[in-house]
């Protein structure tokens, strides 16, 4: 597609969970790393070029099932193409801490995509 901005791949997979200390468990054993990130709110695990976040309750995204988070290196240009190609904006583009900004959108079936922007 002429004038579209690449992607980075998926590199981050967050996970709705109910339990937090039990999830810790079973993602620590599944992953064979402790966690990187190690909070009441978020527990994150780096491995393998991939980070997967452990958000307890769906967090304040009301997450319901695991969302996939396209790496993308300009994210207003990312939303602007996929909201012209059909997608809708679920979560609007924020910064979550460090120069990191994400938004969600879902695609017309209703499922939820990532999208993630590192400074």
Do not use: C
């Not at 393998?48 to 009301?62: D, E, K, S, T």
């Amino acid at each position: 597609m002429n004038g579209s901005s690449p992607t980075q791949g998926v590199r981050t997979v967050l996970h709705p969970v109910s339990d937090l200390a039990a999830a810790k468990a079973v993602y620590a054993a599944l992953l064979g790393v402790a966690p990187q990130t190690d909070g009441t709110f978020y527990v994150g695990f780096e491995a393998a070029g991939q980070h997967i976040g452990l958000v307890p309750g769906g967090g304040p995204q009301g997450m319901t099932s695991p969302v996939t988070y396209w790496h993308v290196p300009d994210l207003a240009a990312k939303l602007a193409e996929v909201t012209a190609a059909g997608a809708t904006v679920r979560e609007a583009a924020h910064d979550v801490g460090g120069g990191r900004l994400v938004a969600t959108v879902t695609d017309p079936d209703g499922n939820v995509l990532g999208l993630l922007q590192d400074s």
